[in-house]
Each structure stands twice: as structure tokens, then as C-alpha cells.
């Protein structure tokens, strides 16, 4: 049992990161550790923010998604915790895979503060009236949480000039500012308590190391399953289709049936990043549209492209190279959400009595 729990909490750990373009959601880790209701068992688990990836997952048909989850210090040191799991979750902020405060950190402000930047959905248990972007609650309890984005009050406010620059933070092996990311990689947005960015680990002023350039993550659905993740960036544009000739394009032969097969090009449409705005133009011999939305509830309305002429895409719409097969913003559920299990569970493997079990 032990040895189980800890498999799965490995594959919990595998989906946690503070680069907002790899996850899906920001998330107090607290709050969902201490959901009770979902399971009747013990005050706190740490296996529970599995239920949490899984239900992203599911949102977003994304087998890779992560979740971005931020906790204060004394987190590590509450006893409602195993002694194993205060030792991952030490771990977790150690190789900064979680955004850990300093102690009487706010976690719930911070959560907000970092969906609100970066335009990432928050994932709570509680209404947030007045948040200005998307929020997902918990629905339905007791083994089948699920997740349901509240109907959205319009569009995310555009990109804080704070995000235009890296940043570096003056304490010694700093998880969160340490070093600059990877290429394709973004990085947490700083703390703005009053305007002068601060790390939110350290409180420090941070150092500017340079202008970041703006990417977007953006995803090719098939059946409403992710099967490409790419990072859409104002340096070079990405060419998607069946098998494209352009240097970084995307490929998606392997995951098309006959009939797909046919109508979808080798070169099919072209994206790019352009003063923030993805731009996407039909570069095909079969045309493609637009699912335009202007939120989360409303019904996507189809709008054809001219081949050739690029147009601006919203953060709900997706680009449809054939039925089935589109292209969207990865931290942006689909109009359709697939139904079923969430791909690549990270509970697959959980026994769901180690939620139950007395403290060891
Ligand atoms: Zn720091």
C-alpha cells in the first residue's frame, strides 16, 4: 500500500509546475489537500491534488498538463500531514515544483494574483466574484469531482509589462527566479504587492535579467484528445498540418484517420504570435474555420478563413482543420469536451483507500 501511494504521488509530482506555460490551472495546494468531502477520509492528503490533475486533464483532453500550486511554509510542518508527505512536500518546493510562501504567506491572494497575470484559470472550491479571468469550481463530491469553469466575464486583460522581462532573484539558489528558463519554457510571474516586483518566496526585489519574449502554449486536439503541445512564440510563426515541409512544423499525420487523412493538408494552417495576439492563416488546398466564442459557456459560432489572409484568434477559439481536428490555446478547454477518463491518469494507479487510511 505504502509502496503504491508513493508511485502515485509520483505521477502527481510529474504534473506540478510553477512554468505557466506547461499547466492548465493555478491551485492552492492546501485547499484541495484538505477536501475532505471527495473522499470522507483523512483531514489532509496530499494524493488528493491527484483528483485535481486528473479533472484538468479531462477539461483540457491533455494527458501532459500540469497544475501550478502554491502553498505557504507551514504547510511542511502540519501534523494533518504523514511525515512522508511533509517530506515531499519539502521536496516539491525544494526543486521548485511548487510556489512555496514564506510563512503567514497569502495563499489565496497569491493564487489569484498569479492567474490574473499570467490569464490562466484559477481552480478553487469557492466562487471568486470579480476575478477577471476564468475560474473552474469543483462540482459533484465522494469519488467523482469534477470541474466546471464558471460562466466567464469576458476577456483576460492583456499581458502585464512585468512578463515583458525576465527576472532573477538575489537569494542564493532561488527555485522559483534561480536561472532563466529553457527555451519554450516560461516563468512564474513575479509578486506585485505594490508594484516593484518581488519574489514570492523570498519577498526580495528581484533583479530584471533581460526582455522575455511573449509565447503562448497552444495544442492540436484530435477527438478532443491533446496530441501536440507547442509554444507559440513572436519569433518564428508554426506551420500545423498532415506533414509540413517548414522547418519546426507540426505533424499530425500519425493521429488521422482515412478520412481526416484525406483532407487535411501537408501544410494546413500558420500561426503566429503578433503583438500578443495569436494570428492563424489558412495555408491549405481544403480550407479550414474558426470556432469563435466569446466565453467559456457560449456556443462556438463557425467562421470561414480566406486562404491566405490571416485572422486574429480570441482565447476561446479554435482553428478547425477538419472536423475533430483543432487547434487552441492549451489552457482553454474545447468547445466539446471529450467524454471518458482523464487521459494519462495520474490516480490509474492510486488506491483510493490510502486516503482513508489512519495516519502512519
Ligand atoms: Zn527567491
Not at 240 to 248: F, I, K, L
Not at 273 to 280: F, H, I, N
Request: proline share 11%; with cysteine; aromatic share 4%.
Amino acid at each position: 500500500m505504502r509502496f503504491e501511494t508513493s508511485r502515485a504521488l509520483d505521477a502527481v509530482e510529474r504534473r506540478l509546475s510553477i512554468d505557466p506555460l506547461a499547466v492548465g490551472g493555478v491551485i492552492d495546494l492546501v485547499e484541495a489537500a484538505r477536501s475532505v468531502d471527495l473522499d470522507g477520509g483523512r483531514p489532509a492528503a496530499l494524493l488528493r491534488l491527484g483528483m485535481f490533475v486528473d479533472a484538468v486533464s479531462r477539461q483540457l483532453g491533455d494527458g501532459n498538463v500540469a497544475l501550478y500550486a502554491v502553498a505557504e511554509r507551514g504547510a511542511m510542518s502540519d501534523t494533518d500531514f504523514t511525515s512522508n508527505e511533509r517530506m515531499v512536500l519539502r521536496r516539491w518546493s525544494d526543486d521548485g515544483l511548487i510556489e512555496m510562501l514564506p510563512p503567514g504567506g497569502r495563499t489565496a491572494a497569491r493564487v489569484r494574483e498569479v492567474a490574473a497575470l499570467t490569464g490562466l484559470p484559477v481552480i478553487t472550491r469557492t466562487p471568486l466574484p470579480g476575478h477577471p479571468g476564468p475560474v473552474y469550481l469543483t462540482t459533484g463530491a465522494a469519488g467523482g469531482m469534477e470541474l466546471a469553469l464558471a460562466p466567464s466575464t469576458g476577456s483576460s486583460p492583456r499581458p502585464h509589462p512585468v512578463l515583458g522581462r525576465f527576472w532573477r532573484c538575489p537569494a542564493a539558489d532561488c527555485p522559483t527566479f534561480g536561472r532563466q528558463p529553457a527555451a519554450g519554457a516560461g516563468q512564474p510571474p513575479p509578486a506585485l504587492p505594490s508594484g516593484a516586483p518581488l519574489c514570492p518566496r523570498h519577498g526580495e526585489r528581484l533583479i530584471d535579467a533581460g526582455p522575455r519574449p511573449p509565447a503562448t502554449m497552444m495544442a492540436v486536439r484530435i477527438k478532443g484528445t491533446v496530441r501536440a503541445r507547442f509554444p507559440l512564440t513572436a519569433a518564428r510563426p508554426v506551420v500545423v498540418g498532415r506533414a509540413p515541409d517548414e522547418p519546426g512544423g507540426i505533424t499530425i499525420g500519425n493521429w488521422l484517420d482515412d478520412e481526416s487523412t484525406r483532407r487535411v493538408s501537408r501544410s494546413h494552417v500558420r500561426l503566429e504570435l503578433r503583438d500578443g495576439m495569436v494570428l492563424v492563416t489558412d495555408v491549405s488546398t481544403n480550407g479550414a474555420a474558426v470556432l469563435a466564442r466569446t466565453g467559456s459557456s457560449v456556443p462556438p459560432r463557425e467562421v470561414d478563413l480566406h486562404r491566405g489572409e490571416p485572422k486574429a484568434m480570441g482565447e476561446w477559439d479554435e482553428v478547425e482543420l477538419y472536423p475533430d481536428v483543432t487547434v487552441g490555446r492549451a489552457d482553454r478547454p474545447p468547445a466539446a469536451v471529450a467524454k471518458g477518463g482523464a487521459p494519462n491518469s495520474v490516480m490509474a494507479d492510486a488506491p483510493t483507500i490510502a486516503l482513508r487510511l489512519p495516519k502512519q
